[in-house]
């Protein structure tokens, strides 16, 4: 007797904008207000949606080369409020300015926290999403 187990599964997560598999983990698009930290999205909700999409890949069509990068966490703090440091003494700016001054793209949900991802040699900032 031969018993043949397929234990070759796995998730799949339908196309789209990562802000909308977010919003569908929270009940729907009604909830879009508790993505903002600012308005309160409690750490034990942030860190529940985190091990969700954690290791997730993802694609980003607005950055260039191989586009496809690996969920590593939620940051604390929403892209209107998350300051970095420029390369070349550029001074530091917000994730929402740099969109809007660098990448000239307004962001559609500045108050929602962005997404740290893998990438072969760095980790990069990227989010939810765009306009």
């Known amino acids: 007797m031969i018993i043949n187990v397929d234990i070759s599964t796995g998730m799949m997560y339908k196309p789209g904008p990562l802000i909308g598999l977010c919003l569908e983990f929270f009940g729907g698009p009604a909830n879009a207000n508790r993505l903002a930290p600012a308005k309160g999205l409690p750490d034990r909700e942030r860190l529940r949606l985190q091990r969700f999409l954690s290791g997730v890949r993802i694609v980003t069509p607005h950055t260039g080369g191989s586009n496809a990068r690996v969920v590593k966490k939620l940051t604390t703090a929403g892209a209107n409020a998350l300051t970095f440091t420029m390369r070349g003494g550029g001074g530091t700016m917000t994730v929402a300015d740099y969109f809007r001054h660098h990448a000239n793209r307004t962001l559609q949900y500045p108050g ?20």
């Open 112 to 131: 929602v926290m962005c997404v740290e991802v893998r990438h072969p040699f760095q980790i990069r900032l990227l989010l939810f999403s765009l306009d």
